[in-house]
Each structure stands twice: as structure tokens, then as C-alpha cells.
């Protein structure tokens, strides 16, 4: 293991990381993450809730008839660049002779050129001239468009009769039918780059008025940053050495999705939405879209009440064996909480402590989707390290696919996760809880990446549906395809769901 210097010691320290945490990175480095331990694909007949109409119906109303006594936030992770997107695209503009036709889905998108929300009269003189690589740096570059280096939030997804817009405008668009308060004030959170902010702030100026015209509502739109002592260091693929940048400073790179629990953790809100960014869709689709989500948050709604009720009376000197029954039969059925054989040898007085723990947890709701091809983490049952069986969204890089038992529970997988949740942070008695306490650091992964013309290895904290998650109480809920509206390439926006 390297040894860190005084000044590398200063550095990490001023970030707010502890020396014990860049040990476990650099251990983590070494020994690599554990594989998840699947026992069985989460289901409709095990694991994810298939809800009948009634059930939609019955949430639906307990959300609009009690959503104004909480305060609700829209949680948007939106700090990524839209370079992952553009990446066929910037290959194709680097070389002037490429020959298009060995780039279909570049091909595709030249050919509908005019589909676009971003389509204007600069791309059409040089579609229609058949000047495919001008057009492309065109859309890439700051002297046209700049698309490579914006975020995804600000680019245009959406063409409408009245303009286009962007994702960051439909979160707004969304926010006012399911996010809004009894005083019409719509709070909205987005996690941002810093090297964004201003784009974003300038964007709120721009574009906020007019939205809270139309739709009779005032927006409360607050921005965080990943926070610097969530980073993670790098090693140099040639030497094993930590890498470094041109100072000789050691060099963080940003520690994944899993690092916004930090973010999360600072919000004080009731019942929090969470939602990526470029999962949105054009107006004629969004009430499929709209009743979901507020069946979802209905069904937290219901199960928080309950489970507070359950803890109230778990915290009662006078608890019965009868009420103690419904706890186990609830928590069984509708939390999804597996009973191990040796609870029943347990006394009353052990009972209750063992529910008192399992209940008082943040709660999340997550929307599962028929797997049908799209990538994404799925759900599973999965035992931990203590030999406990929980759900689990679990990521791809998190399995052993040497293991015939594991490849065999994958290939029975039905669902994956579309990160579309609901989730309550608060315990019975108001007080939000420290998230920190249920991280799994176990979870991880360890890829490569190519900067500044070094390959390194780099690590990503625990996801934050996955493994920053893991120990909240979890439920899943089977909802439609038509909830789920990614766009993560280009030729993506030409979905119907987009045009």
C-alpha cells in the first residue's frame, strides 16, 4: 500500500475525509468488493407487489386526500454531462472522412434530423448538404450548440406547438401536478456539478416565471453539490501508484450515485420523490406517468401510518400477543420483511426489540418495470454478510456471474429498476433519520477509465438504490413500461415517448 505524505495527508483532510476512509479505498483497491449473495429473483409471485385496480385506486385517493397535511420534495439527481449521450457522435466528428454509414444509429439521426427539439436552421443547411461532420460539431461544440459539455438537464429534449423544452422544464412541468403543497408551492431539489451551477441558476431566471404562470404555482428550487468528502482516489493501471495530477496533488474523481445519500440526508421533508433526470416524456403521455406516481406515494403514505402505529404500540409496557401477531403478519405481508426460524424461539420481550429495530428504518417505494431489454440494476432477494434475507436492487457489476447458482436466479429475474421512488426519511416521531446508518459500505465496484491519457482504476461508492439504501425497509411495486422514459444516446429522443 502507498504511503501518504504529509501534503497528500493535508489534502484529504481538508476535504473533510477521514484517514480510516482512504484506507478502506485503498483496501478496497487491493481485495476488490464482495459479490451480492442473490438467494432468488424478486417476482410478482415473491418480492414485487402486482397491484389490482382497486389497490391504484385506493392509494390514489389516499394520496389527494392527505398529501397536504406533509411536506413533499422532488428529488432529481442531476449532475451528470450529456457526454455518455454524445459518444457515437463525437467519434463520428473526429475523423472528416468517417463514412456515416458505418455509424446507423448517427445515420438514423441526420435522417430525422428535423425531429429534434434542437433542430434549427444551422442544421438543416448542412443535413440537406450532406455535411454530416460539420453538422455533428455543430451540435457538440461551443461555437454551435455545445451539447458535449452541458448537462443533460439543459439540452432540448421536447418539441411543442409553443417551444421545446428541456428536461430540467419537465421536472418543473411534473412537479406541479404531484410535488405542489397546500399553498401552491412546488419544491424541487436538483443535485448539480459546480461547474454547472451558474447554467442552472441562469435557467431558473429564465425559464421559472413563465411555468408558475401556467400552472398557478410558485417553485422552491434549491441545488446541491456532491460533496467533496464523498470523492474517491484513482490508481494508475501501469504502476499501481495513486494518481496524481500535474502538482503532484493527489487526484479525486467524484464517487458515483452513491455519494448523493449525503445529499439526501440533509433534506427535512415528509415524503421525497425521487426521479433521474432524463426520465421524462412529452405531455400526451404524462398521466399514466402522473397516476403512478401518486399511487405510489399513496401506498407509502398508508404503510408509514401503519408502521408508526405498529411502533407506538411496540413501545407500549401493555403490547398483547394478539396486536404483536398483527405486526408479524403485517410486516410479513406488506413490508416484505423476511422472519428468521430462530425469531419464534424468542421471548415477547425479544419479540418487541426485534421490531422495534426492523420498523424504525427510512421506508422507500420503488416502481419496477418488465424487463424488456432496457439496462438497469434489478430487484433480488439478497443475503447480507449478519445471514439476514432482504430486497435488494442489485447492479450488474455486484454479481458473480462464475457462479452457475447466481447466473441461474439472474436469468429468473423479471424486472429491473426504473429509479422511480418514493421514500420517507422520518421516524415515528418526526425526527429524520441519519441515513448514514443504513449504508451497506460493503457494496461497491471497481472499474476503468481512461484520463487525461492515463487508464486508471476507479471505485464508486455504494449506489443510491443499491448499497447506500440497503438496509432501509423496501417494497416493490410493479408499474408500466410506459413510466419509464430514458434517453441515454441520442437516437433515444426519436421514441415515440419523446416526439
Excluded at 500535474?246 to 425521487?274: K, V, W, Y
Amino acid at each position: 500500500m502507498e504511503t501518504l505524505t504529509d501534503k497528500d495527508l493535508e489534502q484529504i483532510n481538508a476535504r473533510g475525509i477521514s484517514e480510516t476512509k482512504i484506507k478502506t479505498q485503498l483496501e478496497n483497491f487491493e481485495k476488490g468488493f464482495p459479490f451480492a449473495y442473490i438467494m432468488d429473483a424478486a417476482t410478482v409471485d415473491d418480492g414485487i407487489m402486482k397491484p389490482t385496480q382497486y389497490e391504484i385506486d385506493t392509494c390514489l385517493k389516499i394520496f389527494n386526500e392527505t398529501k397536504d397535511q406533509y411536506t413533499i420534495l422532488k428529488f432529481v439527481p442531476a449532475s451528470g454531462a450529456a457526454s455518455r449521450m454524445f459518444k457515437d457522435l463525437v467519434k463520428f466528428s473526429l475523423d472528416e472522412n468517417a463514412d456515416i454509414e458505418k455509424f446507423p444509429d448517427i445515420k438514423k439521426c441526420f435522417e430525422n434530423i428535423s425531429k429534434f427539439a434542437f433542430y434549427d436552421k444551422r442544421l438543416e443547411a448542412l443535413t440537406s448538404a450532406k455535411k454530416y461532420n460539420a453538422a455533428a460539431k455543430y451540435i457538440l461544440d461551443n461555437e454551435g450548440l455545445g451539447y458535449q459539455k452541458k448537462p443533460k438537464a439543459m439540452l432540448k429534449f421536447h418539441k411543442y406547438a409553443d417551444g421545446s423544452r428541456t428536461p430540467f422544464e419537465e421536472h418543473l412541468v411534473e412537479g406541479a401536478e404531484y410535488a405542489r403543497d397546500i399553498m401552491n408551492v412546488v419544491h424541487l431539489h436538483f443535485t448539480i456539478s459546480a461547474e454547472h451551477r451558474s447554467l442552472f441558476e441562469e435557467m431558473v431566471s429564465n425559464v421559472v416565471p413563465a411555468y408558475e404562470e401556467k400552472y398557478g404555482v410558485k417553485y422552491n428550487i434549491t441545488f446541491s453539490e456532491q460533496k467533496a468528502k464523498t470523492d474517491m482516489l484513482a490508481i494508475n493501471k501501469a504502476d499501481g501508484k495513486l494518481v496524481r495530477n500535474a502538482d503532484g496533488s493527489l487526484l479525486f474523481r467524484p464517487g458515483g450515485h452513491g455519494a448523493l445519500i449525503e445529499n439526501l440526508n440533509d433534506c427535512t421533508e415528509d415524503f421525497i420523490f425521487i426521479k433521474n433526470i432524463d426520465n421524462v416524456t412529452v405531455d400526451r403521455l404524462k398521466d399514466e406517468t402522473y397516476t403512478y406516481k401518486k399511487f405510489l406515494a399513496g401506498l407509502l403514505m398508508s404503510l408509514k401510518t401503519e408502521t408508526d402505529q405498529a411502533m407506538r404500540d411496540l413501545d407500549s409496557l401493555s403490547l398483547s400477543p394478539a396486536r404483536l401477531a398483527q405486526i408479524e403478519a403485517y410486516a410479513s405481508s406488506m413490508l416484505q420483511i423476511k422472519i428468521g426460524v430462530g425469531y419464534f424461539a424468542l421471548s415477547l420481550r425479544q419479540k418487541i426489540a426485534y421490531w422495534q429495530k426492523k420498523l424504525n428504518r427510512p421506508i422507500r417505494v420503488c416502481g419496477m418495470v418488465r424487463n424488456d431489454g432496457e439496462p438497469g440494476g434489478g430487484p433480488y432477494w439478497v443475503k447480507n454478510s449478519q445471514g439476514e434475507t432482504s430486497l435488494q436492487i442489485i447492479e450488474a457489476s455486484q454479481i458473480d456471474f462464475g457462479n452457475r447458482f447466481q447466473v441461474e436466479l439472474v436469468q429468473k429475474s423479471s424486472h429491473f429498476n426504473p429509479v422511480d421512488i418514493v421514500c420517507s426519511i422520518k421516524n415515528y416521531r418526526g425526527n429524520n433519520f441519519n441515513l448514514h446508518n443504513y449504508i451497506d459500505p460493503s457494496t461497491g465496484f471497481i472499474s476503468s477509465k481512461s484520463q487525461n491519457g492515463i487508464d486508471m482504476m476507479i471505485q464508486e461508492r455504494p449506489g443510491l438504490w443499491n448499497g447506500a439504501m440497503a438496509d432501509w425497509i423496501t417494497v416493490f411495486v410493479e408499474v408500466p413500461p410506459s413510466t419509464f422514459t430514458p434517453v441515454k444516446t441520442l437516437v433515444d429522443l426519436l421514441r415515440p415517448e419523446h416526439q
